[in-house]
T-cell receptor, first 115, second 114 residues
Framework: QKEVEQNSGPLSVPEGAIASLNCTYS??????FFWYRQYSGKSPELIMF????GDKEDGRFTAQLNKASQYVSLLIRDSQPSDSATYLC???????????????FGKGTLLTVNP | DTEVTQTPKHLVMGMTNKKSLKCEQH?????MYWYKQKAKKPPELMFV???????INESVPSRFSPECPNSSLLNLHLHALQPEDSALYLC?????????????FGEGSRLTVL
């Protein structure tokens, strides 16, 4: 069974700090990786995706992927109180093991940014 | 227009009722999804439609019946639900089934079954 693991948190950081969110996955055939942000009582919103090993930056967000270690992370620089939310890691296994483009979500990490 | 619109936002129903959840997108996306989310849990996939055909049913009980009348609309018909079916039901779309991770979610329909 494909698994995506995240530390449930809560992860608490002061305003202006770097928040580091981590995710590991079990299926070596996984091909694409996503980070969703979900505010309390709201629906998930895609904030980053990464397909290749290395770093991908978008504004204050950086996604990092290491396929050899089966590890993906999200860094949030200059964290703001408005970043306080649950961050869901999601992995698409592509065609491996008959998954046929199904997305597997981790349980999410609750991030709190303190003013 | 980059929205997925879901109605109703809130629904309370008894176990003998029949109701429907509706979802609409006008982004030209050809894959549409129903997810169920319980409090403090990740979304769970229920159904996937690709080009208006059901391509994935995650062994969902038959009291949930999806329907895709056209490429912009997705319905979820509800009948004889149980209290444990109370949850947030999320509709999502993506450009195609192969871009399954790049989902646009609607705001959800919060369902309470009494």
């Amino acid at each position: 069974q494909k698994e995506v693991e995240q530390n449930s948190g809560p992860l608490s950081v002061p305003e202006g700090a770097i928040a580091s969110l981590n995710c590991t996955y079990s299926d070596r055939g996984s091909q694409s990786f996503f980070w969703y942000r979900q505010y309390s009582g709201k629906s998930p919103e895609l904030i980053m995706f990464i397909y290749s090993n290395g770093d991908k930056e978008d504004g204050r967000f950086t996604a990092q992927l290491n396929k050899a270690s089966q590890y993906v992370s999200l860094l949030i620089r200059d964290s703001q109180p408005s970043d306080s939310a649950t961050y869901l890691c999601a992995v698409n296994g592509g065609n491996s093991g008959g998954s046929n483009y199904k997305l597997t979500f981790g349980k999410g990490t609750l991030l709190t940014v303190n003013p | 227009d980059t929205e997925v619109t879901q109605t109703p936002k809130h629904l309370v129903m008894g176990m003998t009722n029949k109701k429907s959840l509706k979802c609409e997108q006008h982004m030209g996306h050809r894959a549409m999804y129903w997810y169920k989310q319980k409090a403090k849990k990740p979304p769970e996939l229920m159904f996937v439609y690709s080009y208006e055909k059901l391509s994935i049913n995650e062994s969902v009980p038959s009291r949930f019946s999806p329907e895709c009348p056209n490429s912009s609309l997705l319905n979820l018909h509800l009948h004889a639900l149980q209290p444990e079916d109370s949850a947030l039901y999320l509709c999502a779309s993506s450009l195609s089934r192969t871009s399954v991770g790049e989902l646009f979610f609607g705001e959800g329909s919060r369902l309470t079954v009494l």
